[in-house]
């Protein structure tokens, strides 16, 4: 009666590991969903980022997406509010730790996000700061087939100004045209350029139109590197 007892115990436990296993795996392999995020600035009400409900405001999409999801604009001119951003890290300075007072655009931070458009031709980013796409502490992220411009050079000559600037980040930046942010502040010596990375990012940069800029086309400062391929860069200082 024992030895049976202990049979169908020992049984029981080896069904409850087999299981639990069984579950573990399951865990182990499961990969979150990506969901799709929809912006339009031509609709004529807010939605809830839905093809039939997109959002109207890109900033408001990125603030609501989850890392991992995918932002797609819809034909259209999309424009940033002006943030002030304040660094305790220089990029372009001999002493690394210096505040640095200086303005962003749109502002990626603390996760992975795809912001995509259908072409440069349709689709537009107007930055209206310094910095004008900011990707910080944003590990895998991709922006793609959209036009940034309109950037606006910040007072501070410490600033690293560009279209997009990341720092502490992994960003490829493929098919943008990066135009016409050639606004200057005539008192600092340097202008707006087009990507830049800061503080050890790593970025993937093919297929990009880099033109008429205030600065460098690109520049990497304090670690940052970077693939580079395929790209026009004219106009610039």
């Not at 606006?152 to 690293?160: I, L, M, P, S």
Request: proline share 2%; charged share 20%.
């Amino acid at each position: 009666m024992r030895s049976l007892l202990a049979a169908i115990v020992n049984s029981a436990a080896l069904i409850i590991l087999g299981l639990l296993a069984l579950f573990l795996g399951c865990a182990q392999q499961y990969v979150p969903e990506t969901n799709t995020i929809f912006v339009s600035s031509n609709s004529t009400y807010e939605g809830d980022g839905t093809f039939r409900t997109p959002y109207t405001s890109l900033q408001q999409a990125i603030d609501a997406a989850k890392s991992g999801d995918k932002i797609m604009l819809l034909p259209g001119v999309y424009k940033a509010t002006s943030e002030k951003f304040v660094e305790d890290l220089c990029g372009n300075c001999l002493e690394a730790r210096t505040t640095v007072y200086a303005t962003r655009g749109f502002l990626i931070e603390n996760k992975r996000i795809t912001i995509s458009g259908k072409d440069p031709d349709s689709c537009t980013l107007v930055t209206s700061a310094g910095y004008g796409v900011l990707f910080l502490n944003s590990v895998g992220s991709i922006i793609e087939n959209v036009r940034i411009t309109g950037g606006v050079r910040d007072a501070d000559g410490n600033a690293t100004d560009a279209a997009i600037v990341a720092k502490f980040s992994q960003v490829t930046v493929n098919n943008c045209a990066i135009v016409d942010n050639d606004q200057r502040d005539t008192t600092v010596v340097v202008g707006i350029g087009g990507i830049f990375g800061r503080e050890g990012s790593e970025l993937f940069i093919t297929n990009n139109r880099i033109i008429n800029g205030g600065w460098d086309g690109i520049a990497l400062y304090r670690g940052a590197k970077a693939f580079i391929a395929d790209n026009i860069i004219d106009q610039g200082r």
